[in-house]
């Protein structure tokens, strides 16, 4: 989960190992990041299962810093902005309502 993430994202080995091939989206497009300007792919995942929710053809960024960090991927405001998110730090979880009113964000590449 970040909440600094406009859109959700995988690691590019995550991506080639579910089988997307990176050459075939096109010319990687500068973003803006955490970590400064980078080139990054999108690319339309079949699904993405998450707090009882499927997300369907979905586009994600692919980011091979992820990779180095060790992290298969994140959800970003894409997806996070259809909840009401509960951080309960003395019992140590995180819950997930949905939202009664779905917003979706138009990510265009």
């Known amino acids: 989960m970040d909440t600094g993430a406009t859109i959700s994202g995988i690691s590019e080995n995550l991506a080639i190992e ?52 060790f992290i298969d991927g994140v959800i970003g405001l894409d997806i996070l902005m259809n909840y009401n998110i509960d951080i309960n730090f003395d019992k140590n979880f995180i819950e997930f309502y949905r939202r009664h009113k779905e917003i979706n964000l138009n990510i265009t590449p």
Do not use: W
């Open 18 to 69: 579910l089988g997307y091939d990176l050459l075939q989206h096109g010319i990687p497009q500068d973003f803006d990041t955490a970590g400064g300007t980078q080139p990054l792919s999108i690319i339309t995942v079949k699904q993405i299962d998450f707090a009882g929710s499927k997300y369907r053809d979905h586009k994600v960024l692919c980011n091979e810093h992820f990779d180095n960090m």
